[in-house]
């Protein structure tokens, strides 16, 4: 297992650290203090071939300039909360608005616009990012410190940490937002892929994507995905403003253990992820918004459903909705969200 250094340019006269951490399978995973995000995850297939299973882009300008988190940590609210407004200790707190007339992912400069800290633990072949978004920071109270870990293990496993303590009562839910391909992120849409995700209930949304608080059974609906099924199977029956798939799903299992909440595979390279998380939630998202193709690594062309996120979270709004879990963190306390993606080269 090792780890190389190297500079991936510099944001507003602060220099930008990124990370290569490989294992001795052949698994290569880069990641950068921009936003404390992954931008690259090389695997093999069965046979060998590599390629990078995750979207993304080259530089750090097309980072700075594109709105659509790839690979990020979201904060200090990854998803949504409506109008911005946070009910909390007796008052409302006003957040930014970003996207519409909603709060979206911790506003126009959440802490996927941030330059994290990084340190480097060569031995356990882990990168730490650390942040303090000080009190006010897009409208949120108390000053918090923050904190995301990658690891790569021998045994082919992504292990993402994140973490965070206030000193005042705050909201946090901090989001990790890689767009999967699993054929390889130039390999087209991701209609073909196969997933699994354990969860009997949803939550419905409005045209808004903010959920309307109802909790619904995936029984007999296209978010019924307890039984593996094709992602395109039922795509088109999905009416959502950007297309597809941009809802969260009621994990089953004790929030807090560590718990299976997806399975993808691609039929044609053979590679599986397995995805653990400790979050109540996971929203699935195909990409839809990637209508007029972006130009990402390589100068690959992403059209709509090029990539697709498995954000374990909070719920969406869930400050604003007192039967979705608890999103409140209070000073004293520790904020811990694990996830862990387990590769399988396929056979």
Not at 143 to 167: K, P, Q, W
Not at 214 to 219: D, H, I, L
């Amino acid at each position: 297992m090792t780890i190389q250094s190297f500079n991936f340019g510099a944001h507003d006269g602060v220099s930008v650290p990124g990370f290569t951490v490989r294992n001795r399978h052949g698994v290569t995973m880069k990641v950068v203090a921009y936003g404390a995000r992954l931008t690259g995850l090389h695997m093999p297939d069965a046979h060998g071939h590599v390629a990078d299973v995750v979207l993304g882009f080259d530089t750090l300008e097309e980072y700075r300039t594109s709105d659509a988190y790839m690979g990020a940590t979201c904060g200090r609210y990854g998803s949504r909360i409506r109008r911005g407004t946070v009910p909390l200790e007796g008052r409302m707190v006003h957040l930014r608005c970003n996207e519409g007339a909603n709060h979206a992912h911790g506003g126009r400069e959440g802490f996927d616009r941030k330059v994290w800290e990084a340190r480097v633990d060569a031995p356990a072949n882990e990168v730490t990012f650390t942040l303090t978004s000080p009190g006010g920071d897009e409208g949120y109270p108390g000053t918090v410190d923050a904190g995301t870990t990658y690891r790569l293990t021998d045994d082919n496993v992504v292990e993402i940490v994140m973490r965070g303590h206030s000193d005042r009562m705050t909201v946090i839910n901090l989001v990790h937002h890689t767009y999967w391909n699993l054929a390889g992120h130039d390999a087209g849409d991701i209609r073909a892929h196969r997933l699994r995700i354990p969860a009997d209930f949803y939550t419905p949304i409005d045209d808004e994507l903010v959920p309307t608080g109802e909790v619904r059974s995936v029984a007999g609906t296209p978010f019924d995905f307890r039984d593996t099924k094709a992602v395109g199977q039922d795509l088109d029956a999905v009416a959502t403003a950007a297309g597809g798939y941009d809802h969260n799903w009621c994990l089953n299992g004790p929030v807090g253990e560590l718990r299976p909440c997806a399975i993808l595979a691609d039929p044609e390279s053979g590679r599986m992820l397995e995805l653990f998380t400790t979050a109540p939630g996971m929203q699935f998202y195909t990409g839809g918004h990637f209508r007029d193709a972006v130009t990402g690594k390589g100068g690959c062309r992403y059209g709509q459903y090029a990539g697709l996120a498995l954000e374990t979270q909070r719920f969406p709004d869930a400050p604003n909705l007192g039967h979705f879990p608890d999103a409140r963190l209070a000073p004293g306390n520790l904020y811990e969200h694990r996830m862990e993606a387990r590769l399988h080269p396929g056979a």
